[in-house]
């Protein structure tokens, strides 16, 4: 069977995204040669699977390894492997005390399937037989891809005492687990070096490999030229210029496939591996049996980060599904930056992550920290959901140790004979009691993305994924909805309820477009330009047209270089933005046939009327007449290239095609001018839709947002907070108003929201607000 999976994914076609069959990619410039060979691994595989499935008649086993447990807290194994007999790993078992242990090297790997496969290579990868290991002479069976890293280590002369965590950790024992985890910190902190284990050579690689050398000198060479910045680079696969600024050919699609294929191997995406590059002093990085530079590795990764082509690779064809790891916070490009940062204290980063904590002094920095590494490791894939938390561990507690003064680690540890849910509680109560703010909340996800539903609302789902939290752009003071004031945490009757105080502010009326109705992926702002024509014209807290009111909520009012309020210019981006996809809009319909086009039509009526509401609302919100001549541009445009495309291949240009390419050209550059909106509010708008409250505040909420919900400030938060009144409490205002010092509202947390004209601390100005004790279930 691992015969079968491996030399199945070994030998799968490949496709560029046009459907036609890739070169080999050992050569970037289509040089053929043959796919890498992983012979090695096969022969391993077959003897593997002969020794496992033999009878014991025709075929006499060692008897199986026992481990002898440790009896000292600071205690741990380590392996010193032997020469190989009759074809098999062997190795002896050394119990040491870490803080005296000989110099050792730590494995770094993951224990599944390596390669990017899909459903079906997992499965077959899955019911391949473990493999003996000989330690002490007897039976250690381990699972493959540890298997094919020892063997290969072996051939490269790795020797010399090693710690790898499937074999050193007794893993049936779940006391010694936890124990041991807690130590893993330590343990990579004082490696010598680490092994990092990719798995076998193909394609992928042999292509990342190539375009590295490739690139990273003229990548260097540009930087040296132009500086440090990353607006040098557009985010294009195929724009001309930008090749030619680095001094290269264009390099075709099926390489950046390539490419985005080897960095989806799953040692990238592992919860651990945060831990294990973060720590290590020294790193070898292994595909097969070559070695891959760790600085060039760092600085490819860096360079294409600073090009944005890492946003087009996680939007690459193959990754449709937006399942890359290439997400920005999510990505191996942002975990050797987080390396980089952490331990090396990066002054502008320190302002950074001190200033979203909620302070400057060494506990904020230090809390900042974690609250970056919480967020990077949710989108990382961990087989058991507690090691959300339990990955971290090692690295917060090294962050706390070097702390000055030394800092208590805010995770609880390790303890995996207690549930997920009762880890994630613990662990999200004992941030809150550590912090000087409510950070911790922000990480909570909307309700349409939580799986488990064993989590009280006010815990997050560590096993979803996240958009970037409100909170987290709060550098300076961006957002600064409470005033700073420090959290006030009650005691609770149960450990699920959590209980502080906040303010009320106003409650949801009425729900405008979330991210899937309007804009690139739906319509024209149906939905919130009915809801701004039920508001004044100009809004209550600021003056504002409603108008500039709505394009500034869809980007939390600040913009890419972190101004706050985000400036004019961006109105003319909006309006170019709404311009580009509104006349989209109507040419989709328009294909679909009339009746299409006439609801698409009707669609744009509440639009139009709010654009004749005013003056700035006219110049903001682009005409019925310029929508449609934009989509006749369109439609020429598609009609000459169409006829372009279906005349005779070496037909010499024509006026013609002049005057298209020319129009074309024109139309490119008015719709480069809704790229800053258009970034600004991907960022801030998805999974949040548009509200209306009771007193025509105008707000950006979780997509699950609701008619009924209030609005709170939350002492200690850095935004307000969209909560849902449940039993006993009818709403804040009533429940304020209880005789019972130790009585509460009770509510569930639907998340963070922008509220416009309150998030300076505006709602706590205005009178004396009553203090409300609230309950979070």
Same mark, same amino acid.
């Given at each position: %069977?691992?015969?079968?999976?491996?030399?199945?994914?070994?030998?799968?076609?490949?496709?560029?995204?046009?459907?036609?069959?890739?070169?080999?990619?050992?050569?970037?410039?289509?040089?053929?040669?043959?796919?890498?060979?992983?012979?090695?691994?096969?022969?391993?595989?077959?003897?593997?699977?002969?020794?496992?499935?033999?009878?014991?008649?025709?075929?006499?086993?060692?008897?199986?390894?026992?481990?002898?447990?440790?009896?000292?807290?600071?205690?741990?194994?380590?392996?010193?492997?032997?020469?190989?007999?009759?074809?098999?790993?062997?190795?002896?078992?050394?119990?040491?005390?870490?803080?005296?242990?000989?110099?050792?090297?730590?494995?770094?790997?993951?224990?599944?399937?390596?390669?990017?496969?899909?459903?079906?290579?997992?499965?077959?990868?899955?019911?391949?037989?473990?493999?003996? &290991?000989?330690?002490?002479?007897?039976?250690?069976?381990?699972?493959?891809?540890?298997?094919?890293?020892?063997?290969?280590?072996?051939?490269?002369?790795?020797?010399?005492?090693?710690?790898?965590?499937?074999?050193?950790?007794?893993?049936?024992?779940?006391?010694?687990?936890?124990?041991?985890?807690?130590?893993?910190?330590?343990?990579?902190?004082?490696?010598?070096?680490?092994?990092?284990?990719?798995?076998? =050579?193909?394609?992928?690689?042999?292509?990342?490999?190539?375009?590295?050398?490739?690139?990273?000198?003229?990548?260097?060479?540009?930087?040296?030229?132009?500086?440090?910045?990353?607006?040098?680079?557009?985010?294009?696969?195929?724009?001309?210029?930008?090749?030619?600024?680095?001094?290269?050919?264009?390099?075709?699609?099926?390489?950046?496939?390539?490419? @985005?294929?080897?960095?989806?191997?799953?040692?990238?995406?592992?919860?651990?591996?945060?831990?294990? $590059?973060?720590?290590?002093?020294?790193?070898?990085?292994?595909?097969?049996?070559?070695?891959?530079?760790?600085?060039? &590795?760092?600085?490819?990764?860096?360079?294409?980060?600073?090009?944005?082509?890492?946003?087009?690779?996680?939007?690459?064809?193959?990754?449709?599904?937006?399942?890359?790891?290439?997400?920005?916070?999510?990505?191996?490009?942002?975990?050797?930056?987080?390396?980089?940062?952490?331990?090396?204290?990066?002054?502008?980063?320190?302002?950074?992550?001190?200033?979203?904590?909620?302070?400057?002094?060494?506990?904020?920095?230090?809390?900042?920290?974690?609250?970056?590494?919480?967020? @990077?490791? *949710?989108?990382?894939?961990?087989?058991?959901?507690?090691?959300?938390?339990?990955?971290?561990?090692?690295?917060?507690?090294?962050?706390?140790?070097?702390?000055?003064?030394?800092?208590?680690?805010?995770?609880?540890?390790?303890?995996?004979?207690?549930?997920?849910?009762?880890?994630?509680?613990?662990?999200?109560?004992?941030?809150?009691?550590?912090?000087?703010?409510?950070?911790?909340?922000?990480?909570?996800?909307?309700?349409?993305?939580?799986?488990?539903?064993? &989590?009280?609302?006010?815990?997050?789902?560590?096993?979803?994924?996240?958009?970037?939290?409100?909170?987290?752009?709060?550098?300076?003071?961006?957002?600064?909805?409470?005033?700073?004031?420090?959290?006030?945490?009650?005691?609770?009757?149960?450990?699920?309820?959590?209980?502080?105080?906040?303010?009320?502010?106003?409650?949801?009326?009425?729900?405008?477009?979330?991210?899937?109705? @309007?804009?690139?992926?739906?319509?024209?702002? =149906?939905?919130?330009?009915?809801?701004?024509?039920?508001?004044?014209?100009?809004? $209550?807290?600021?003056?504002?047209?409603?108008?500039?009111?709505?394009?500034?909520?869809?980007?939390?009012?600040?913009?890419?270089?972190?101004?706050?309020?985000?400036?004019?210019?961006?109105?003319?981006?909006?309006?170019?933005?709404?311009?580009?996809?509104?006349?989209?809009?109507?040419?989709?319909?328009?294909? *679909?046939?009339?009746?299409?086009?006439?609801?698409?039509?009707?669609?744009?009526?509440?639009?139009?009327?709010?654009?004749?509401?005013?003056?700035?609302?006219?110049?903001?919100?682009?005409?019925?007449?310029?929508?449609?001549?934009?989509?006749?541009?369109?439609?020429?445009?598609?009609?000459?290239?169409?006829?372009?495309?279906?005349?005779?291949?070496?037909?010499?240009?024509?006026?013609?095609?002049?005057?298209?390419?020319?129009?074309?050209?024109?139309?490119?550059?008015?719709?480069?001018?809704?790229?800053?909106?258009?970034?600004?509010?991907?960022?801030?708008?998805?999974?949040?839709?548009?509200?209306?409250?009771?007193?025509? &505040?105008?707000?950006?909420?979780?997509?699950?947002?609701?008619?009924?919900?209030?609005?709170?400030?939350?002492?200690?938060?850095?935004?307000?907070?969209?909560?849902?009144?449940?039993?006993?409490?009818?709403?804040?205002?009533?429940?304020?108003?209880?005789?019972?010092?130790?009585?509460?509202?009770?509510?569930?947390?639907?998340?963070?929201?922008?509220?416009?004209?309150? %998030?300076?601390?505006?709602?706590?100005?205005?009178?004396?607000?009553?203090?409300?004790?609230?309950?979070?279930?």
């Amino acid at each position: %069977m691992y015969i079968y999976a491996t030399s199945r994914w070994l030998s799968r076609p490949r496709y560029s995204p046009y459907g036609e069959a890739c070169p080999a990619a050992s050569d970037v410039r289509n040089n053929p040669v043959p796919e890498p060979c992983c012979w090695m691994e096969l022969l391993l595989s077959a003897v593997s699977y002969l020794w496992a499935t033999l009878p014991l008649s025709l075929l006499r086993r060692p008897p199986p390894y026992e481990y002898a447990p440790l009896v000292k807290p600071r205690q741990i194994r380590l392996l010193d492997f032997l020469p190989r007999k009759d074809g098999y790993l062997r190795c002896r078992v050394e119990v040491v005390d870490l803080d005296n242990a000989p110099p050792f090297t730590a494995l770094s790997y993951t224990h599944g399937f390596p390669l990017d496969g899909d459903a079906s290579d997992h499965e077959q990868y899955d019911r391949i037989p473990l493999i003996p &290991l000989l330690c002490e002479g007897k039976e250690l069976l381990i699972k493959p891809n540890l298997a094919s890293a020892l063997w290969r280590f072996d051939q490269l002369g790795k020797h010399g005492y090693c710690w790898i965590d499937q074999v050193c950790i007794n893993q049936q024992d779940e006391a010694e687990v936890g124990t041991q985890v807690e130590m893993m910190g330590d343990i990579y902190w004082l490696a010598q070096r680490v092994l990092v284990w990719l798995g076998w =050579e193909a394609w992928d690689f042999e292509v990342f490999m190539k375009l590295m050398e490739e690139l990273l000198p003229k990548f260097e060479d540009l930087v040296k030229r132009e500086g440090d910045k990353s607006d040098n680079f557009s985010p294009s696969f195929t724009n001309p210029q930008i090749y030619s600024r680095l001094g290269t050919e264009v390099i075709p699609n099926y390489i950046w496939n390539g490419l @985005a294929e080897f960095l989806e191997r799953r040692w990238f995406s592992r919860a651990w591996t945060l831990q294990e $590059i973060l720590l290590p002093g020294d790193i070898d990085i292994y595909c097969g049996a070559t070695k891959v530079s760790w600085r060039n &590795l760092s600085a490819f990764l860096k360079y294409l980060q600073m090009s944005d082509w890492h946003e087009l690779l996680s939007w690459n064809d193959r990754f449709a599904n937006g399942r890359s790891n290439l997400i920005p916070g999510n990505s191996m490009i942002s975990t050797m930056k987080l390396r980089q940062l952490i331990f090396k204290r990066d002054p502008g980063y320190q302002i950074y992550l001190g200033n979203i904590a909620g302070g400057s002094d060494n506990m904020d920095l230090t809390l900042g920290y974690i609250d970056h590494l919480i967020y @990077a490791i *949710r989108s990382r894939f961990a087989t058991d959901p507690r090691d959300k938390f339990f990955a971290l561990y090692g690295i917060i507690s090294r962050l706390c140790d070097i702390a000055e003064p030394k800092l208590p680690n805010p995770l609880i540890s390790p303890d995996y004979t207690i549930s997920i849910a009762e880890v994630y509680i613990a662990n999200t109560k004992s941030l809150l009691a550590h912090s000087k703010s409510l950070l911790a909340l922000s990480n909570v996800d909307d309700r349409s993305l939580r799986k488990r539903t064993d &989590l009280p609302s006010w815990v997050p789902d560590m096993t979803v994924a996240v958009p970037t939290a409100l909170a987290r752009h709060a550098t300076g003071d961006i957002f600064n909805t409470s005033r700073r004031a420090l959290p006030e945490l009650l005691p609770a009757s149960n450990h699920e309820t959590l209980r502080l105080v906040g303010y009320w502010v106003d409650t949801v009326t009425d729900l405008g477009d979330d991210d899937t109705s @309007a804009g690139i992926r739906g319509g024209p702002f =149906e939905k919130s330009a009915m809801l701004l024509l039920k508001m004044p014209k100009f809004y $209550i807290r600021t003056g504002q047209d409603r108008v500039e009111v709505f394009w500034r909520t869809l980007i939390a009012d600040f913009d890419a270089g972190g101004a706050c309020p985000a400036t004019g210019a961006l109105g003319g981006s909006f309006h170019e933005h709404l311009l580009m996809h509104n006349s989209m809009f109507l040419l989709r319909a328009q294909k *679909r046939g009339d009746q299409a086009y006439q609801a698409a039509m009707q669609c744009m009526k509440p639009l139009m009327t709010l654009a004749a509401s005013t003056d700035l609302a006219a110049t903001l919100i682009p005409s019925f007449a310029e929508t449609l001549q934009r989509k006749d541009v369109y439609i020429s445009i598609g009609e000459a290239m169409d006829k372009r495309a279906d005349s005779e291949s070496h037909a010499l240009p024509n006026d013609e095609d002049a005057r298209t390419e020319a129009t074309r050209q024109k139309v490119l550059c008015e719709e480069a001018k809704a790229t800053p909106f258009a970034r600004q509010s991907g960022t801030v708008f998805a999974v949040r839709r548009i509200f209306r409250t009771a007193g025509d &505040l105008l707000g950006l909420g979780p997509t699950s947002l609701r008619p009924g919900d209030h609005i709170f400030v939350l002492l200690g938060a850095r935004v307000p907070f969209v909560l849902r009144p449940v039993a006993p409490a009818e709403d804040g205002r009533s429940s304020s108003s209880s005789s019972s010092s130790n009585s509460s509202a009770y509510y569930e947390v639907v998340g963070e929201a922008y509220v416009h004209g309150i %998030m300076q601390g505006e709602a706590l100005q205005r009178g004396q607000p009553e203090k409300i004790e609230i309950s979070l279930i």
